[in-house]
C-alpha cells in the first residue's frame, strides 16, 4: 500500500523538486519517518536561516519508511531525502539512480531493547524471550547478524511480526519482551507511552558495524546542480554541528514546527543520543555527514551477506556514496 | 472459419476478461517500453511472472493462511450480518438504535485501528479474521436489510389472506424475494474481506499474503510484491465465482440468473 502511494507520487509529479522562488532554490527534504529528535538539527537550521543563507528555501516534509523516501528522490518527486543509506544501496543496486552525498549516522543506532525492570541487559539475556519484529524492514534483515555475531541461535528465543506501531503496542503491552529499535526513537517512544526506563543493546556494541541515516539525491540532480547539492550539504552540516552543541535548541525549533514529534524532555536525550552515533569508528576527528571508506566497504560487505544484496549487481561502496560535496 | 472461431472466442462470456487482462497485460509492457519506467518503480510484467512461479511454493502456504482469515471473517460477517439486518429490517426500535451506529463504526478506518486488535487479540489468526469481519460485515447487512425490505407488501397480504402462517410467508415470500439482494451484499463482502484479512496481517502476522508484501516492500522486490497482489486478487474472484456458483443454485429463476451472462465467469 506505501509503495503504491509512491508510485502515485511518482508517477503524478515527474517535475524535478527545484523551482527558484524569489532567487532562492526551494529544495524539499523527505524524511524516513515522521519526525522524531533524530531529524531536529534540520528545524534548528531552517529555524537558524542556515539554509536562507546558503540561498535554499528549504520545505522538510514527514516520511512514512526510507524506502519511500529513496523512491521518492529517485523519481524526483522530492529534491533531498534523509534515508537509511543500507535501503538507498538495496534500491540503487535495482537500478535507482541515487547516491548518498553525507552519511549523518555512522554508528548503527540499532538495538534490541526492553523494560528495563525485564533485567535483560546482554544478548544471553535474550534467550527464552519474546522479540518483535517488523518484516521486512532494515532491522529484522540485520537481526541474523547480531545473533550471528553473540553466538545466538533463532530458536533461542519467540518472534513476533508485525508493523511499527505494533512492535511498541506489543512491547508496552507485554506480548513480547523486546523489540527491534532505534535507541534515539522506539526507546523514547516507550518511555513517553509508560514513563518506564527502557535498556537497549546496541548492535553496534557486538561487532555490526553498518551505517544509518544519510542524505541521498538522484545522479541527474548532483549532476545538473552540484552547487545547491554543495550549499545544502554545507547548511546540514552546521545544522549537525549547531544541534550537537545545543540538542535543547534543536529540540526546542522541532517541537516549535511539529509540536506533535515528542516530550522535550525525552527528545532531547533522543537528540544526544543521535549526535553519538554522528562518528563512524574510523573517523573519529571528521566534521558531520563525512563518512570513512572503511565503514562503507564494511556495510556493503555486510549487505551482500545478510541483507539481501546480490552479490553479482552490489559493485563496490563507492558506487553508492561520495563526500565530494561536502564542504 | 478462422473468423468464426474468433467470433466464438470473442462472445464467449468466460474469454471476454481473459482478452482484457491480455490487452492490459500488454499495455502495461508498452508503457514500461514507452515512457522507460524503471523496474523501482513499477515491473515487467514478465518479471512478475517469474516470481510468481519460482515463489510458487511460498506464496501458495502464504495464500492458504491468507485465505483461511477471509474465510473466517465472510463466515461471521454472514452469521452476524443476516440476523442483524433480520432485526433491523423487522423492527423500527431495533433499526432506529442499531442503524446509524452501524453506519457510524462503518466510517471508521479499519487501518487505524488495526493495531489494536493485536493488542487485544494476540498475533494469532483472531485479529485478521477480526478485520475482514468488520470490512467484510456492512455490505451484507445494508443489502439483507434492503431485500427484506422491498419485498412486495401485495404478496405478504395476500399470502396473509390465505391464512398463511408467520414462518410459511417468511420462507415462501420474504426470504425468496431478499435473496438476490443478499447474494449482491455477499458478493462485496467477500472481496472486501480478502483486503480485512491483508489489513489484518500488515499490522501483526508472521505469515500470509500481507507478510510476504511487508518483506517485498523492504527488499524492493517489486516482482514479487506484484505477483503476491495478483494472487491476492485470484483470490478474491475465486471466492467471488463461489459465491456466484452457490448464487445460481439458490436463485435460478431470478432475472440475473436466467440468461448464462455472468459477471465472472
Known amino acids: 500500500m506505501k509503495r503504491i502511494f509512491a508510485l502515485a507520487m511518482a508517477a503524478g509529479l515527474c517535475l524535478p523538486g527545484v523551482a527558484m522562488a524569489q532567487g532562492k532554490d526551494k529544495i524539499v527534504l523527505l524524511l524516513n519517518w515522521y519526525t522524531y529528535s533524530e531529524h531536529a538539527p534540520f528545524y534548528l537550521g531552517k529555524e537558524r536561516g542556515y539554509f536562507d543563507q546558503e540561498g535554499i528555501d528549504l520545505d522538510i516534509q514527514e516520511g512514512r519508511g526510507s524506502g519511500i523516501t529513496v523512491q521518492a528522490v529517485a523519481a524526483g518527486t522530492a529534491t533531498f531525502g534523509y534515508a537509511d543509506v543500507p535501503t538507498m544501496i538495496k534500491a540503487a543496486s535495482k537500478g535507482a539512480p541515487v547516491t548518498a552525498v553525507g552519511v549523518a549516522l555512522q554508528t548503527s543506532p540499532m538495538s534490541v531493547m526492553g523494560f528495563s525492570d525485564k533485567n535483560i541487559r546482554k544478548p544471553e539475556d535474550i534467550k527464552g524471550k519474546t522479540v518483535a519484529i517488523t518484516p521486512g524492514d532494515s532491522m529484522s534483515q540485520t537481526w541474523p547478524l547480531f545473533l550471528k555475531k553473540t553466538g545466538l541461535k533463532e530458536g533461542d528465543f519467540k518472534q513476533v511480526a508485525g508493523d511499527a506501531q505494533t512492535k511498541l503496542n506489543a512491547v508496552i503491552n507485554s506480548q513480547a519482551d523486546l523489540l527491534l529499535g532505534y535507541v534515539m526513537d522506539q526507546a523514547i517512544k516507550l518511555q513517553d507511552a509508560t514513563k518506564k526506563p527502557v535498556t537497549p543493546i546496541r548492535f553496534a556494541d557486538y561487532g555490526v558495524n553498518m551505517v544509518s541515516s544519510g542524505i541521498i539525491v538522484q545522479k541527474d540532480y548532483l549532476k545538473a546542480h552540484p552547487e545547491v547539492v554543495k550549499r545544502f550539504l554545507k547548511a546540514a552540516q552546521r545544522s549537525m554541528e549547531e544541534a550537537v552543541k545545543n540538542p535543547e535548541a534543536a529540540v526546542d525549533a522541532m517541537l516549535k514546527a511539529q509540536p506533535k514529534s515528542g516530550v522535550k524532555e525525552t527528545a532531547v536525550v533522543g537528540m544526544k543520543e543521535t549526535a553519538s552515533l554522528y562518528k563512524g569508528p574510523d573517523n573519529p576527528n571528521d566534521k558531520p555527514l563525512r563518512v570513512g571508506k572503511k565503514n562503507m566497504d564494511e556495510t556493503l560487505a555486510l549487505l551482500v551477506e545478510y541483507g539481501g544484496l546480490d552479490k553479482a549487481t552490489a559493485g563496490k561502496a563507492d558506487d553508492y556514496y561520495t563526500n565530494a560535496y561536502l564542504p | ?265
Open chain 2, 1 to 265: 472459419m478462422q473468423v468464426s472461431i474468433w467470433r466464438r472466442v470473442l462472445y464467449s462470456a468466460w474469454a471476454r476478461p481473459i482478452l482484457l487482462i491480455a490487452l492490459l497485460i500488454v499495455l502495461w509492457q508498452l508503457a514500461i517500453w514507452i515512457f522507460r519506467i524503471p523496474p523501482y518503480l513499477i515491473p515487467a510484467p514478465f518479471d512478475v511472472v517469474k516470481q510468481l512461479v519460482n515463489e510458487w511454493p511460498k506464496l501458495w502456504r502464504e495464500t492458504l493462511v491468507t485465505t483461511y482469515a477471509t474465510l473466517g471473517g465472510f463466515g461471521l460477517s454472514i452469521l452476524f450480518g443476516i440476523p442483524m439486518a433480520l432485526m433491523i429490517a423487522y423492527s423500527r426500535t431495533v433499526e432506529s438504535f442499531v442503524y446509524p451506529l452501524l453506519v457510524f463504526s462503518q466510517s471508521v478506518p479499519k487501518v487505524a485501528i488495526a493495531p489494536l486488535f493485536v493488542v487485544w487479540f494476540g498475533f494469532g489468526i483472531i485479529p485478521k479474521v477480526i478485520a475482514a469481519f468488520l470490512l467484510g460485515f456492512f455490505p451484507v447487512v445494508v443489502s439483507t436489510v434492503v431485500g427484506f425490505k422491498s419485498v412486495e407488501r401485495d404478496m405478504i397480504d395476500l399470502a396473509r389472506s390465505m391464512k398463511a402462517s408467520k414462518l410459511q410467508i417468511f420462507m415462501r415470500i420474504s426470504l425468496p424475494q431478499a435473496l438476490p439482494s443478499i447474494f449482491a451484499g455477499l458478493k462485496v463482502s467477500v472481496t472486501l474481506a480478502v483486503v480485512g484479512a491483508v489489513v489484518g496481517e500488515f499490522v501483526g502476522s508472521n505469515s500470509g499474503i500481507g507478510y510476504v508484501l511487508q518483506i517485498a516492500n523492504g527488499n524492493f522486490d517489486l516482482p514479487l510484491m506484484f505477483a503476491a497482489l495478483t494472487i491476492l486478487s485470484l483470490v478474491g474472484v475465486i471466492l467471488f465465482a463461489l459465491v456466484d456458483l452457490v448464487e445460481r443454485f439458490m436463485i435460478p429463476w431470478h432475472a440475473s440468473q436466467r440468461n448464462d451472462f455472468s459477471a465472472t465467469a
